[in-house]
Structure formats: structure tokens, C-alpha cells
């Protein structure tokens, strides 16, 4: 085999691993393939001669390229960032869709990259390369420029935020799978009472609508139930899926998606809900898996 088709083959064993780690700094599908396709010119260009772990190489290049684009995107933005929902992976309740895509969402729910998008580029690129990927600081260091001991500390308070904003499901998949048809029964027959009482007194709702429709945040049961009413009598159908491995909700009408929805449930009852209704973004996401 000639020695770019062997570096070629190597690199694509790592493909979905560097995706994954790209997604989950990102955010974004699409700017993730470009920083996967990036590591790959830098490794063409590369004498990979003495490196031990091609793996923990192209991590690290990937890392690198992450933070460049995080940087950079912070310095196009004039106005304080406002709310964002980050690309949700949508696949059919049963699991069904490209295998890759089921691999990309395991254990990254849409809150937990919603909360990822407050961090700055270094305590988001510390926190995920040593919390979801092992990475040591050792590791993390030279690419935020910072001790491994300042590269720990920036990972500690990524660590607090995502606890405080994005706390984990505590169900398994059958019983939020029976939350999440609880709600959306409720809505779709229009009883609040029946929707207040799947939801957590505190519930928070974040909607990303986009530039033409701008998001917002709903605060509590009573506003959250109101809003679930007002969504599902815009909707012709409403379809149970899994958004990033859990179950989840997107609305249809006239055959266009109208949103996309992610929960959180804790103790029986909805915690949180992250809705993507951006008209743009919604028609670039592969929702094929709804027509299958």
C-alpha cells in the first residue's frame, strides 16, 4: 500500500472519534466537519515519523483547530451572545438512523452543549478534552497556552457551570420516553393541568428561533405549560425521536420541521426543554429518519 493511502486509512479509523470530540466544541455539524477535514490537511503536511499516538495526536489537532474557530467566532460577534442552541442530532425513537450520527450523541445531551456555549474557548476545550475524553492537562496545556495546573482550574469552573445549568437526566430511556409522550399528549389535547403536572416547578424552556424569529426564555411550570399549548396548535403533527440519544419531540407542519425539542427530566418530571425553531438551520439538519 502506498505510504498517503496507509496515513489516509489510519486517519479515517480515527474519523468518527474526531468528530465527536469537534461536535462536542462546537456545537455545530457542519463547522465540526470542517475542523475534521482541517486535522487532516495539517496530518498530510505532517512528519508523523515519531509520534507514538496517532490517536492522541489528531485529538489534539483537532483541539487546537476547535479553539481557533472558537476564538475567532467570539471576535466576530458585536453584540452579547444571545441565546443558542446548539445542532441537535436527531434520530427515530428506536435508534434508527446513520450509525455514526448515534455514536456522535452518545452522553452529550442538547443542554449540556447549550451550557458549553456560556464557557470561553479555553475552559470549554479543557472541559471536554479532559471530562468526555480523558485528555490529560499534561496534554491540554500547550494548546490553551496555560500551566497544566491553570489548564486544570479552567476545566473546574467549566465543571461548576455545566453542573449548575445542565444536570443529568436521572431516568433511564423507558421512563423519560414515557415523560416526554406524557407531554406531548397534554399538549396536543391542549390540558394544561395534565402538562403542569409533568413539569418541574422550576422548569426553564430556551428557545433559539434564529435571527428572524428571536428566542427567549419561559420560567416555570404555569408559563412553560402555556407556551407547550400555544407551540402544539401551530404543529400538524408532532413525531417522538431521539434529539442526541434521548427522547425528544420535533413538530412538523405542511412536511417542514417547526422545531426541534430536548429534555431534561429529573424525579419524574421535565427539568428543562431546548427547542431549536431557526427556519434556516432546521432545513439544513438531516431529518430523513421522520419520511423512513
Given at each position: 500500500?502506498?505510504?498517503?493511502?496507509?496515513?489516509?486509512?489510519?486517519?479515517?479509523?480515527?474519523?468518527?472519534?474526531?468528530?465527536?470530540?469537534?461536535?462536542?466544541?462546537?456545537?455545530?455539524?457542519?463547522?465540526?466537519?470542517?475542523?475534521?477535514?482541517?486535522?487532516?490537511?495539517?496530518?498530510?503536511?505532517?512528519?508523523?515519523?515519531?509520534?507514538?499516538?496517532?490517536?492522541?495526536?489528531?485529538?489534539?489537532?483537532?483541539?487546537?483547530?476547535?479553539?481557533?474557530?472558537?476564538?475567532a467566532?467570539?471576535?466576530?460577534?458585536?453584540d452579547?451572545?444571545?441565546?443558542?442552541?446548539?445542532?441537535?442530532?436527531?434520530?427515530?425513537?428506536?435508534?434508527?438512523?446513520?450509525?455514526?450520527?448515534?455514536?456522535?450523541?452518545?452522553?452529550?445531551?442538547?443542554?449540556?452543549?447549550?451550557?458549553?456555549?456560556?464557557?470561553?474557548?479555553?475552559?470549554?476545550?479543557?472541559?471536554?478534552?479532559?471530562d468526555?475524553?480523558?485528555?490529560?492537562?499534561?496534554?491540554?496545556?500547550?494548546?490553551?497556552?496555560?500551566?497544566?495546573?491553570?489548564?486544570?482550574?479552567?476545566?473546574?469552573?467549566?465543571?461548576?457551570?455545566?453542573?449548575?445549568?445542565?444536570?443529568?437526566s436521572?431516568?433511564?430511556?423507558?421512563?423519560?420516553?414515557?415523560?416526554?409522550?406524557?407531554?406531548?399528549?397534554?399538549?396536543?389535547?391542549?390540558?394544561?393541568?395534565?402538562?403542569?403536572?409533568?413539569?418541574?416547578?422550576?422548569?426553564?424552556?430556551?428557545?433559539?428561533?434564529?435571527?428572524?424569529?428571536?428566542?427567549?426564555?419561559?420560567?416555570?411550570?404555569?408559563?412553560?405549560?402555556?407556551?407547550?399549548?400555544?407551540?402544539?396548535?401551530l404543529?400538524?403533527?408532532?413525531?417522538l425521536?431521539?434529539?442526541?440519544?434521548?427522547?425528544?419531540?420535533?413538530?412538523?407542519?405542511?412536511?417542514?420541521?417547526?422545531?426541534?425539542?430536548?429534555?431534561?427530566?429529573?424525579?419524574?418530571?421535565?427539568?428543562?426543554?431546548?427547542?431549536?425553531?431557526?427556519?434556516?438551520?432546521?432545513?439544513?439538519?438531516?431529518?430523513?429518519?421522520?419520511?423512513?
Amino acid at each position: 500500500m502506498h505510504a498517503d493511502e496507509y496515513l489516509a486509512e489510519r486517519f479515517e479509523g480515527h474519523r468518527g472519534h474526531l468528530r465527536a470530540v469537534a461536535y462536542r466544541m462546537l456545537g455545530s455539524l457542519h463547522e465540526a466537519d470542517d475542523a475534521v477535514q482541517e486535522a487532516w490537511l495539517r496530518l498530510s503536511r505532517s512528519d508523523t515519523g515519531t509520534v507514538a499516538s496517532l490517536g492522541g495526536w489528531l485529538t489534539t489537532v483537532v483541539g487546537r483547530v476547535c479553539l481557533d474557530m472558537l476564538r475567532a467566532r467570539a471576535s466576530r460577534r458585536e453584540d452579547p451572545l444571545g441565546l443558542h442552541v446548539p445542532d441537535p442530532i436527531v434520530t427515530g425513537a428506536d435508534g434508527a438512523g446513520p450509525q455514526d450520527e448515534v455514536l456522535l450523541a452518545d452522553s452529550v445531551g442538547l443542554a449540556l452543549l447549550v451550557v458549553l456555549e456560556t464557557l470561553s474557548p479555553a475552559e470549554r476545550l479543557s472541559f471536554v478534552l479532559h471530562d468526555l475524553f480523558a485528555v490529560p492537562f499534561d496534554e491540554i496545556a500547550p494548546i490553551v497556552g496555560r500551566t497544566p495546573a491553570a489548564a486544570r482550574q479552567l476545566a473546574s469552573r467549566a465543571r461548576r457551570r455545566v453542573r449548575g445549568g445542565a444536570p443529568a437526566s436521572d431516568m433511564d430511556p423507558a421512563g423519560r420516553r414515557e415523560v416526554v409522550e406524557a407531554f406531548m399528549a397534554a399538549a396536543r389535547e391542549g390540558d394544561f393541568d395534565a402538562l403542569v403536572a409533568v413539569l418541574d416547578p422550576d422548569v426553564v424552556a430556551r428557545s433559539d428561533g434564529g435571527e428572524l424569529r428571536p428566542g427567549g426564555v419561559l420560567r416555570g411550570a404555569r408559563a412553560v405549560a402555556g407556551g407547550a399549548v400555544f407551540g402544539a396548535r401551530l404543529a400538524e403533527f408532532t413525531i417522538l425521536v431521539l434529539v442526541n440519544g434521548s427522547p425528544g419531540l420535533v413538530s412538523l407542519t405542511e412536511g417542514r420541521p417547526l422545531s426541534v425539542m430536548a429534555f431534561t427530566i429529573a424525579a419524574g418530571r421535565i427539568t428543562t426543554i431546548d427547542i431549536l425553531a431557526d427556519p434556516e438551520r432546521l432545513g439544513t439538519l438531516d431529518l430523513t429518519v421522520l419520511t423512513t
